[in-house]
């Protein structure tokens, strides 16, 4: 079966142009979750879904982020007005159950901000 | 606000030796935990998860939990190059949902 599939692979934007990274993860898995991660560094937490609700968005840096998964399914990371420091490597994980589940990652997609 | 700690290494153990690796978490809360391996380059991809106190195995792989110190561990025994990777333990909030990452261990093997 397929894994987390996320596009575009990269994607080089300039400075406050909106880009939208799009994740289809694995099919019927419940849970859908973004991550954010620098060079050399862990996976940052930016927000998650269970089905179609966003349970919690607490990571996103600022309100110029923001994702939705309106089908349950496919989800959309958007980020408004971009800037050099939104510069990373984007994660999309999905996980099969909605808690004490292993994340499934995707290949990710690299944003340059130019 | 929630915290993995991890010794960013690098890590270097000879090829056959048994590589430990480990990490500790702030919420007292959390039920579920996860090292994941990560390749240069690449996804991390998933190793282990250990939910209850104790060892569990796999392979060549340990996984360790102790809730009360809040410590949880990774073992590599017959450590090979191909082991070389970035290892990542993550815990899940008291809900089990939401894992929270470490920083990662760079592991070095060397022939």
């Known amino acids: 079966g397929a894994g987390v599939s996320q596009s575009p692979r990269y994607k080089v934007t300039k400075r406050g142009q909106d880009v939208a990274l799009r994740c289809d993860p694995i099919?019927?898995?419940?849970?859908l979750y973004w991550y954010r991660q620098a060079l050399g560094q862990g996976p940052e937490f930016l927000t998650y879904f269970n089905y179609e609700a966003q349970q919690d968005k607490s990571g996103l840096p600022n309100d110029r982020f923001s994702a939705e998964r309106p089908e349950g399914s496919i989800s959309t990371l958007t980020i408004q007005r971009t800037e050099q420091r939104d510069s990373a490597m984007y994660r999309c994980?999905?996980?099969?159950?909605?808690?004490?589940?292993?994340?499934?990652f995707g290949n990710g997609t690299r944003l340059t901000v130019t | 606000q929630k915290e993995v700690e991890q010794n960013s290494g690098p890590l270097s153990v000879p090829e056959g030796a048994i590589a430990s690796l480990n990490c500790t978490y702030s919420d007292r809360g959390s039920q579920s935990f996860f090292w994941y391996r990560q390749y240069s380059g690449k996804s991390p991809e998933l190793i282990m998860f250990i939910y209850s106190n104790g060892d569990k195995e796999d392979g060549r792989f340990t996984a360790q939990l102790n809730k009360a110190s809040q410590y949880v561990s990774l073992l590599i025994r017959d450590s090979q190059p191909s082991d070389s990777a970035t290892y990542l333990c993550a815990f899940g909030d008291n809900a089990g949902n939401m894992l929270t990452f470490g920083g990662g261990t760079r592991l070095m093997v060397k022939p």
């Open positions: 099919s019927g898995h419940v849970s």
């Open positions: 994980a999905s996980s099969p159950r909605d808690r004490n589940s292993p994340l499934h």
